[in-house]
T-cell receptor, first 112, second 115 residues
Framework: QKEVEQDPGPLSVPEGAIVSLNCTYS??????FMWYRQYSRKGPELLMY????GNKEDGRFTAQVDKSSKYISLFIRDSQPSDSATYLC????????????FGGGTRLMVKP | AAGVIQSPRHLIKEKRETATLKCYPI?????VYWYQQGPGQDPQFLIS???????DKGSIPDRFSAQQFSDYHSELNMSSLELGDSALYFC??????????????FGEGSRLTVL
């Protein structure tokens, strides 16, 4: 079993919809939680990071962490076709620096 | 703004050959990471360097080696290539401050195909 699990999708939504992306993890030692966006044939791009349980909002994006349930989410409001990409959750241990453990990624398609 | 530069972008090799990938981090970034992403897979951490010293080691095969040079660029050397080494190899850089923010900046990757 992988340390970080993520539904691979694809997830197809109409433009303007609210998108919910989720990851579960098994290692309770993870302290930092990130969401990356990866367009086809491009490198991952950091969207958001957080290290505490609760919500963090940045524009149309909200990251949610529930450490007690080992569950993190990314919400995208007013989704746009340009949001179509693969979304990867990633986590790291306090003492591992920036060495990240990624989820498998969820492919999102936003249709006009 | 300058980003992480990787070369070559595409590389085709045959089994048992060697390959070298290069990474030029964002200016002033002193930490470099290498990740391997197989087809349909998530990126797997290979190795990282901080101030030219290896800082962390992940699932890097013994056939692979890497180093960071005085100008902070890094090279990943892969020998005795196997079909399973075919993947997208990402380099990422960050400014190592001792705090963990996850703010890695990734390059566009080098796609290695082993025939």
């Amino acid at each position: 079993q992988k340390e970080v699990e993520q539904d691979p999708g694809p997830l197809s939504v109409p433009e303007g919809a609210i998108v919910s992306l989720n990851c579960t993890y098994s290692n309770s030692a993870f302290q930092y939680f990130m969401w990356y966006r990866q367009y086809s044939r491009k490198g991952p791009e950091l969207l958001m990071y957080t290290y505490s349980s609760g919500n963090k909002e940045d524009g149309r994006f909200t990251a949610q962490v529930d450490k007690s349930s080992k569950y993190i989410s990314l919400f995208i409001r007013d989704s746009q076709p340009s949001d179509s990409a693969t979304y990867l959750c990633a986590m790291s241990l306090w003492e591992a620096g920036n060495m990240l453990t990624f989820g498998g990624g969820t492919r999102l398609m936003v249709k006009p | 703004a300058a980003g992480v530069i990787q070369s070559p972008r595409h590389l085709i090799k045959e089994k048992r050959e060697t390959a070298t990938l290069k990474c030029y981090p964002i200016p002033r970034h002193d930490t470099v990471y290498w990740y391997q992403q197989g087809p349909g897979q998530d990126p797997q951490f290979l190795i990282s360097f901080y101030e030219k010293m290896q800082s962390d080691k992940g699932s890097i095969p013994d056939r692979f080696s890497a180093q960071q040079f005085s100008d902070y660029h890094s090279e990943l050397n892969m020998s005795s290539l196997e079909l399973g080494d075919s993947a997208l190899y990402f380099c990422a850089s960050s400014l190592g401050t001792g705090t963990n923010t996850g703010e890695l900046f990734f390059g566009e990757g080098s796609r290695l195909t082993v025939l």
